[in-house]
């Protein structure tokens, strides 16, 4: 599963934006992968080493809304990640 952080601020650094994450997010970060950092399109990608979709939408939670170099974050899990596609609807 996979936790997406938007909204990160220009001014900060990959690294910043790194240790920030893996210090809110303590054991619960496998892996965080910064994108396009110092743009104002920068986001993260964190690999969370959860099993439980809703565990995702709870820490998505509390990092949304926190402040990162002077601007509020936007996270939200990816529930869907490669591991494990989308249901499909059962055929009629």
């Known amino acids: 599963m996979n936790l997406i952080v938007r909204n990160i601020a220009p001014s900060c650094t990959e690294q910043e934006v790194r240790e920030f ?7 619960y970060a496998r892996n965080v992968e910064v ?3 110092g743009t104002p ?3 993260a990608t964190v690999e969370l080493d959860a099993q439980v979709p809703y565990v995702g939408e709870v820490i ?3 990092i ?5 170099g002077g601007m509020a974050l936007e996270a939200s899990a990816d529930l869907f990640t490669d ?6 609807p059962p055929a009629h």
């Open 21 to 27: 994450l893996k210090h809110e997010l303590g054991h």
């Open 41 to 43: 399109g920068a986001y």
């Open 35 to 37: 994108v396009d950092a």
């Open 60 to 62: 998505a939670r509390q």
């Open 83 to 88: 591991d494990s596609p989308p249901a499909q």
């Open 64 to 68: 949304h809304g926190k402040h990162l």
